[in-house]
């Protein structure tokens, strides 16, 4: 069974920075993609960034220039540095891979909070 591990999240006052890190097990194939989710308390999950094999990259508008997604293809690990946080940046962040089949496969989350 493919499990994600993520880790990372915590407090960090407006203007800190933050790296969030996944890594993938139990699973030997790479996946097409992997990236980043965030849900925020009463809003809906949004796309932050994600990576594909060949190293392309999608990242939402609100964070392009803050945040850099990078990606350890051979391990199925994915990064999000997270520069200049700001509080609406504050949620829950996912890390998901996307296998060759388009299936997503999610972790669990980890807890980003941004405040003074």
């Known amino acids: 069974q493919v499990q994600f591990e993520e880790s990372g999240g915590g407090l960090v006052q407006p203007g800190g920075s933050l790296k969030l890190s996944c890594a993938a097990s139990g699973t030997n194939g790479a996946f097409a993609s992997m990236g980043w989710h965030r849900q925020a308390p ?65 972790g669990q989350g980890t807890q980003v909070t941004v405040s003074s």
């Open 42 to 106: 009463g809003r809906q999950r949004e796309l932050v960034a994600t990576v594909t094999d060949g190293g392309r990259t999608d990242i939402a508008d609100s964070v392009k220039g803050r945040f850099t997604i990078s990606r350890d293809g051979r391990k199925n690990n994915v990064y999000l540095q997270m520069n200049s946080l700001k509080p609406e940046d504050a949620g829950v962040y996912y890390c998901i891979g996307t296998t060759a089949f388009g299936a997503p496969i999610w």
